[in-house]
């Protein structure tokens, strides 16, 4: 029942690089795509988040962005730094309820000093 | 301080089994949830509850069971017919069911059947 698909599974970058995590959904219906962030032995923490209203979201070093059209949308980390080591999630879901939030597989992030 | 803890950290249980993992959140969140996370996969959803006294089947609710007596707890039982328990089990919380409001996770409890 896997309706976002998260890519790559790992992934490791130098400090300072780029990283770029993507994801695919199905259900046209998905109006909501929050993208959570989750060290090892925490819960994920909400990252940032985008509506499909627009293209991109920047925050920060963080920026999403939206292909409404190929139903696709990335996460993109700008001069990655160790810190930003963990485990990436993507999710979905569709107005109003939070109960039918979708869940990528996750990308875990490895920025080497 | 406010935030959402979860008990036991790390729980093992032998088959047969029921054991119940606690979910408590003071941030006065309506909406309280319990996911279930394995390796190489999303989170999924097993119950979720909107208000004091309700509460909802997710996807994977088989051989589990959620209370709802108070507006801060959620407590979440494993039973003996769960056929693979073995996972780390987040609760979360957020103001109301609404699809944009943030959810918050506490810190998982792992659970591993012996």
């Known amino acids: 029942q896997q309706q976002v698909k998260q890519s790559p599974q790992s992934l490791i970058v130098q400090k300072g690089g780029i990283s770029i995590i993507n994801c695919a959904y199905e259900?046209?219906?998905?109006?909501?795509f929050p993208w959570y962030q989750q060290f090892p032995g925490k819960g994920p923490a909400l990252l940032i988040a985008?509506?499909?209203?627009?293209s991109e979201k920047k925050e920060g070093r963080f920026t999403i962005s939206f292909n409404k059209s190929a139903k696709q949308f990335s996460l993109h980390i700008m001069d990655s730094q160790p810190g930003d080591s963990a485990t990436y999630f993507c999710?979905?879901?569709?107005?109003?309820?939070?109960?039918?939030?979708?869940f990528g597989a996750g990308t875990r992030l490895t920025v080497k000093p | 301080d406010g935030g959402i803890t979860q008990s036991p950290k790390y729980l093992f249980r032998k088959e047969g089994q029921n054991v119940t993992l606690s979910c408590e959140q003071n941030?006065?969140?309506?909406?309280m949830y319990w996911y279930r996370q394995d390796p190489g996969q999303g989170l999924r959803l097993i119950y979720y509850?909107?208000?004091?006294?309700?509460?909802q089947k997710g996807d994977i609710a088989e051989g589990y069971s959620v209370s709802r007596e108070k507006k801060e707890s959620f407590p979440l039982t494993v039973t003996s017919a769960q056929k693979n328990p073995t996972a780390f089990y987040l609760c979360?919380?957020?103001?109301?069911?609404?699809?944009?409001?943030?959810?918050?996770f506490g810190p998982g409890t792992r659970l591993t059947v012996l």
């Open positions: 979360a919380s957020s103001i109301s069911l609404v699809s944009t409001d943030t959810q918050y």
């Open positions: 259900n046209t219906a998905f109006d909501y």
């Open positions: 985008i509506r499909p209203d627009v």
């Open positions: 999710a979905a879901s569709s107005a109003p309820n939070n109960n039918d939030m979708r």
């Open positions: 941030l006065n969140h309506d909406a």
């Open positions: 509850s909107q208000i004091v006294n309700d509460f």
